[in-house]
């Protein structure tokens, strides 16, 4: 949003510098992003007229032109092709200094000879003159320009002013206006705002705007208010200088008297309008024109004002009269009805649409213009008739004409007024500062918010209905806050407890699963937790999802159910920038809609690809990848030391486009979340050329069921005795198998089982794998005899032949 300084001025008196209004507009919370200076620019720069244009006699892409200034002819030497004799340009005039890139010196204009001929000045592109980033051609000024009047007074720039470039959040839309910003200034200088006055000098005419116009809400639900007002007999022309002016020192380009008063009232008010030529609107059966605000139908085509055909879905909304669409409403007029030099009625909307149906029509469109933008952050529904009624009145100003006598105005329910309480100890209690009750009341009072009850505790507030970011008693509080003065509230040590009181147990734990996974080697990560719906549904149903109502972006609308796909993401972030060797981790909450519940729960996920061990001078293989046996590794050395014992595995049907492999991750019945393999299909989507391997485990069952207790015991005070074990077995058979064979066996003093060999080739058939184990045993009191070992040993491998169907290998 831009707005300058003389600009603010009409609406309210301050006697501040330029500096000093950056400064109080950013204790406001207006954030300035710059500030420029008008004046002193563009000079010796003037208006010309190209008198005539003939080939250069020495290159065949220069012409030789002949070019009034004001005080006589130049010949000046050009190489654009994009004018004629007649035209009317910027003439840059001998020791005109032309903007450069920063930090180099300017480019001064001298009298030279181009390929011979003699040049005394310079016709202009709009890059050259700093007014574009990039322009082909030179810049072709309205017939209407003065010759020889200087560039800067062409442009409004002549006298002194500043232009204020200010970012406004999304919850300030009010913002999105010279009105807005005024109201700012008056409420904290306490110098009235001046509202314009929007009578009609002439009056209105004896024939009622209902006579001509009527207007149907289709779907009162996405426009809840629509007002028409018409304006009969204009003339089409270019805007007089402090209309141009005033859109041009914000960088709008002025186009004609009527488009340029719609422009400026919105700035004005924050308002988008529209003006159609009334003509192009068909007629129903009793001549009247009839607006009628619709969604469009499946599959409907419309042609906007940039000449761009679009297909709508019924999702959109359309402003439409008898016949066909006339408007994509919130959005951009349609080329069937925009103002022409020869339009002399014009009708004029104004009207309220909701927020969410503009931001996603702009959005699938990929069509954004100044209206859609305030429009998806929500106006001010009590505005519009003021607002037409405003544009009517300067219209008739610029273009002549008279308004047709009153306004249709379609709006079925007007929404109640929004109450709010406010205790004025609470802003104490917030703000850690004494304000007066009365002071609190005055300051909210100043920017419209009126007490409809008050007592010497509290009052009860009515919020404006420009004021849509107003809804609990902390958004007041904040308010009393700004106009007080952020800097005036003093710094203060945070408040704790004195003595003892319960640590945070919670706290400690997640502090130890981020230790824990962190003395793994793995480093850890932070994700967003607004991701992509493409990229939330290979990971959870599409009816466990938790959408945003309001998304800014498609790649942020829903709440993350699964860590996973931001752990990808950062995969991808490492290996862009050559870090090709990479185990992450991350600890945060996951969201998911259950029986129509948001359900909130922390996780924790692990991510690894690439090599297995860091290169290094020597030591281990380099060329080694990890694999699902390092990501198993790591995930029980993290549960073991975390308090969870006696986890399994069962291997799951991968399902959907994530994995290729996975198994679930069990302690007891429970399950604490799943691991596996990432699909090769989707890690090339990642740019992950690596196997990748993943994890994600409940974390909060996981602190549930954990029991974090240490034991210590002595060295073993007698010798270990190691039988070993070598079987055939179907290749289904799993290691957790085994493990539960030698559970089911009961063997007395054993101690470890420890896999040391899977063989799959030679003399082992086809559909088998040779597994080879180490058991260990041993007593705590005495020395096992053989005898003892052999009878637990036989008990373990008779489990294997009847439960695994093994047969031994000798």
């Not at 014992?645 to 049907?653: D, M, N």
């Amino acid at each position: 949003m831009k707005v300058t300084l003389n600009w603010l001025k009409q609406y309210v008196d301050f006697n501040w510098s330029a500096e000093e209004l950056s400064e109080r507009l950013t204790m406001l919370g207006l954030e300035v992003e710059g500030v420029h200076k008008l004046g002193g620019e563009f000079e010796n720069i003037v208006v010309g007229e190209v008198v005539t244009r003939d080939p250069h006699p020495n290159a065949d892409r220069l012409s030789l032109c002949r070019v009034r200034d004001g005080a006589g002819e130049r010949q000046i030497v050009c190489g654009a092709q994009n004018f004629k004799a007649g035209d009317k340009v910027a003439l840059a005039l001998p020791g005109a200094a032309m903007p450069t890139a920063p930090g180099e010196p300017p480019f001064v204009i001298k009298v030279g000879k181009i390929r011979g001929a003699e040049s005394q000045g310079m016709m202009c592109s709009a890059k050259e003159l700093g007014l574009a980033e990039d322009a082909e051609g030179l810049l072709l000024l309205p017939p209407g320009a003065k010759v020889g009047q200087p560039f800067a007074e062409h442009l409004g720039r002549s006298g002194s002013d500043v232009v204020y470039d200010l970012e406004i959040t999304p919850n300030r839309p009010d913002w999105n206006s010279v009105i807005g910003i005024a109201r700012e200034i008056s409420a904290l200088t306490g110098n009235p705002l001046r509202l314009p006055d929007t009578s009609f000098p002439a009056g209105e005419s004896a024939d009622p705007v209902a006579d001509t116009v009527v207007v149907e809400l289709a779907d009162p639900e996405l426009c809840p208010r629509y007002t028409a007002r018409l304006v009969l007999g204009i003339e089409v022309r270019p805007s007089p200088d402090w209309l141009r002016q005033a859109l041009q020192k914000v960088g709008l380009r002025s186009i004609n008297n009527v488009v340029d008063v719609t422009n400026y009232v919105m700035l004005e008010t924050g308002q988008p309008l529209h003006a159609f030529d009334l003509r192009h609107m068909s007629r129903d059966a009793a001549g009247k024109a009839r607006v009628v605000v619709r969604r469009a139908a499946a599959g409907e085509s419309f042609t906007t004002l940039d000449g761009q055909k679009r297909a709508l879905t019924s999702e959109m909304l359309l402003i439409a009269d008898s016949s066909s669409g006339v408007a994509l409403a919130g959005v951009m007029g349609g080329e069937n009805s925009e103002i022409q030099p020869t339009t002399r009625d014009v009708l004029l909307e104004s009207a309220y649409f909701k927020p969410q149906n503009i931001r996603a029509t702009s959005k699938a469109l990929a069509l954004k213009t100044d209206a859609s933008y305030r429009f998806e952050r929500g106006a001010d529904i009590e505005i519009c008739d003021w607002a037409s009624r405003r544009a009517a009145q300067l219209i008739v100003q610029t273009a002549g004409g008279r308004p047709a006598a009153g306004v249709v105005d379609a709006y079925p329910a007007p929404p109640s007024s929004r109450e709010i309480a406010l205790r004025f100890s609470k802003t104490r209690e917030v703000l850690g500062v004494d304000i007066p009750p009365a002071a609190q009341s005055a300051f909210l009072d100043a920017l419209g918010i009126q007490a409809v009850q008050s007592t010497a505790t509290g009052a009860t507030f009515r919020a404006p209905s420009f004021r849509v970011d107003l809804k609990r008693e902390h958004d007041l509080i904040e308010e009393v806050g700004r106009l007080f003065g952020i800097d005036k509230i003093p710094s203060a040590s945070p408040r704790g407890e004195v003595g003892s009181h319960p640590y945070d147990a919670v706290h400690d734990s997640l502090a130890e699963a981020r230790e824990l996974a962190v003395g793994l080697g793995l480093v850890e990560a932070q994700g967003q937790t607004l991701i992509s719906e493409k990229a939330a549904v290979r990971v959870a149903s599409a009816d466990r999802l938790v959408p945003l109502a309001y998304p800014l972006s498609a790649d942020m609308n829903v709440l993350r159910p699964s860590l996973l796909p931001g752990l990808l993401d950062s995969l991808r972030h490492n290996l862009s920038r050559q870090n090709q060797d990479v185990a992450l981790f991350e600890v945060g909450r996951v969201f998911s809609l259950v029986q129509g519940q948001v359900r909130e729960e922390r996780n924790i996920a692990f991510a690894m690809t690439g090599a297995r061990f860091p290169a290094f001078w020597s030591g281990e293989d380099r060329e080694a990848r990890c694999d699902i046996h390092d990501l198993k590794g790591a995930l029980e050395d993290w549960l073991e030391r975390f308090g969870l014992k006696g986890v399994g595995y069962l291997r799951q049907e991968a399902g959907g486009e994530f994995y290729i492999e996975r198994a679930a991750v069990l302690l007891g019945k429970q399950t604490l979340g799943a691991m596996g393999q990432l699909s090769p299909i989707l890690a090339k989507q990642y740019d992950l050329r690596d196997a990748v391997y993943v994890a994600e485990l409940n974390l909060d069952l996981c602190l549930a069921r954990r029991n974090p207790t240490r034991s210590f015991k002595p060295l073993a005070a007698f010798p270990s005795v190691r039988r070993d074990v070598a079987m055939l077995v179907e290749e289904s058979i799993t290691h957790d198998a085994v493990l539960a064979a030698v559970r089911e066996a009961k063997p007395s003093n054993l101690e470890n089982v420890r896999l040391f060999d899977v063989f799959r080739g030679k003399n082992v058939p086809d559909g088998q794998k040779s597994l080879a184990y180490a058991l260990t045993y041993r007593a705590a009191d005495r020395t096992l005899t053989d005898a003892e070992v052999n009878a637990a040993h036989e008990s373990v491998v008779a489990q294997f032949q009847s439960r695994l169907r093994a047969t031994l290998r000798v």
